[in-house]
């Protein structure tokens, strides 16, 4: 495959490049931390110091990789704690690297977790999470791998339906029948056929299957319906306790009960949605579970990523006289070990949780990082502040990103004829209010600008349909007029912005 550089690839074309042709396993080599920070670029605007951060993070996993067994051991990662206020990116910096990487992901609220024995999720559910986002991931990978083989099959059952196989061991010849009326039940057949005239049924049903299969490819088949008859996973009372706090206690149940299971369901659907059904239910058919199994947790267990949000609601410590928290101390302590590295049982096998890269990211503004207690401190040696966005960095963030706000907003719009032409001195203005909202209350970072846009934009969102085709320019004048009440009332603008 040419590389990147032959085909004269930018360090961020290069990045999508390898995004879209190379296997997970070869993305992190692929992928320089210059490339990461400049493929972040397209989605967040400033932020430098943590972008850098985080590309180093992912580049040592590639590069834990690449040493001998007995040292690839001993190299553990260095996790992170992202110091900032709430809006200012660092959600969306994790989510996106981990998307970049291909790496299991996820996105735990450490204010949702208590000390084992009180109400509350328990930590442990964080890994059991990861467990199960790799096991989607790998499958998922595996159904597109299977694909091409579980459509041939799918196609050979739609066939069937169509042109049922005689119930002897030969078929009668018959004429292709027109085009469109292909009979839902089985079509005659000459059972009782021998010799010279079985030889030519077959023959016929031969060339009647082969006719039906160009026409299924067609599309020529898209208005009939068939009856089909497919697996239906059947939930049970397990699947509704699973998700909650009883994690430990049914995680295996479910898999020991062997009456637990799918069971057939007839429908009635289209030809092409009788074929998607029957593919997905192919596809499930070729997977390997066990080696799905291995491969999940095996990649969850190197390269996933457990992003903890909100870590600064649980700092605090005994010394305040009032004892131990079940929300604070006791969580920090639960989460100690598991950070730290241990074996959390998962209904997938054991997880190890040594090399696993855990984000933490807090706003720390009534505590302080150093309020957390000094092990868990110690798990995290890179620190990264991020700063306070101005109303220039809400100018960057409304154009800049490919995701921007005002592209969004354009795109629904345009749904309904009605294209909205954005001016440089609307998006300032908007950025202005923005800012002087956060500053007169609470700071919401680039929150706000939803707020801000869905306000501005509300009577023409809710009059689209009746508008018609037309361009409307978004100008200064416009974002004064639709905002000025509420920005003249600071009572009302602090329920409305």
């Not at 949605?273 to 799905?292: N, T, V, Y």
Request: aromatic share 4%; net charge neutral.
């Amino acid at each position: 495959m040419p590389t990147s550089r032959s085909l004269g690839l930018s360090n961020v074309e290069a990045g999508r490049y390898v995004l879209g042709f190379m296997s997970t396993e070869k993305l992190a080599s692929a992928l320089t931390p210059r490339a990461i920070v400049e493929e972040l670029d397209r989605y967040i605007v400033g932020q430098q110091a943590a972008k850098r951060a985080v590309a180093v993070a992912l580049r040592n996993r590639w590069r834990r990789q690449q040493v001998a067994p007995p040292m690839r051991d001993e190299i553990s990662p260095k996790n992170i704690m992202l110091i900032g206020p709430t809006g200012v990116g660092k959600t969306e910096i994790a989510r996106r690297l981990a998307k970049l990487a291909g790496a299991p992901f996820v996105k735990v609220e450490a204010s949702k977790f208590t000390e084992v024995g009180y109400v509350g999720r328990d930590v442990d559910s964080m890994v059991r999470d990861l467990a199960e986002t790799a096991v989607a991931m790998v499958k998922e990978e595996e159904r597109e791998r299977c694909k091409p083989r579980a459509r041939e099959q799918a196609e050979e059952r739609l066939l069937d339906i169509l042109l049922p196989p005689p119930r002897g061991a030969t078929a009668k010849a018959g004429p292709v029948p027109p085009n469109n009326v292909f009979p839902l039940g089985p079509m005659s057949h000459n059972e009782n056929a021998e010799g010279p005239a079985a030889a030519g049924a077959d023959a016929g049903s031969n060339a009647t299957r082969e006719s039906l299969r160009r026409m299924l490819r067609e599309g020529k088949l898209n208005d009939r319906k068939v009856e089909i008859e497919t697996e239906d996973a059947q939930h049970s009372m397990m699947d509704i306790f699973s998700g909650g706090g009883m994690e430990g206690m049914v995680m295996n149940l479910k898999d020991m009960l062997p009456g637990v299971g799918g069971r057939s369901k007839k429908r009635k659907l289209t030809v092409p949605e009788a074929l998607e059904a029957l593919i997905e239910e192919e596809s499930g058919k070729l997977l390997d579970q066990d080696r799905i199994t291995k491969e999940a947790i095996k990649r969850a267990e190197q390269s996933g990523i457990i992003f903890i949000d909100e870590i600064d609601k649980v700092a605090g410590r005994e010394g305040s006289g009032r004892g131990p928290d079940v929300s604070r101390e006791g969580v920090q302590r639960d989460l100690l070990p598991i950070i730290e590295g241990s074996t959390v049982s998962t209904k997938y096998g054991p997880l190890k949780t040594d090399h696993v890269l855990f984000v933490a990211a807090g706003a720390f503004h009534v505590s302080k990082p150093k309020d957390l207690i000094p092990e868990l401190q110690g798990r995290f040696p890179i620190r990264v502040e991020l700063q306070a966005l101005t109303d220039k960095d809400f100018v960057r963030i409304l154009t800049e990103p490919e995701n921007a706000l005002t592209k969004q907003y354009k795109a629904l719009l345009a749904t309904e004829g009605i294209h909205i032409e954005w001016q440089s001195e609307a998006i300032e203005e908007i950025a202005r209010v923005a800012a002087m909202v956060n500053a007169r209350q609470e700071n919401i970072g680039a929150r706000r600008l939803h707020t801000v846009l869905e306000r501005l934009l509300d009577e023409l969102a809710f009059e689209a349909p009746e508008i018609g085709q037309q361009t409307i320019p978004i100008s200064r004048a416009y974002v004064e007029k639709r905002l000025a009440d509420i920005l003249k009332d600071e009572d009302l603008s602090q329920y409305i912005l």
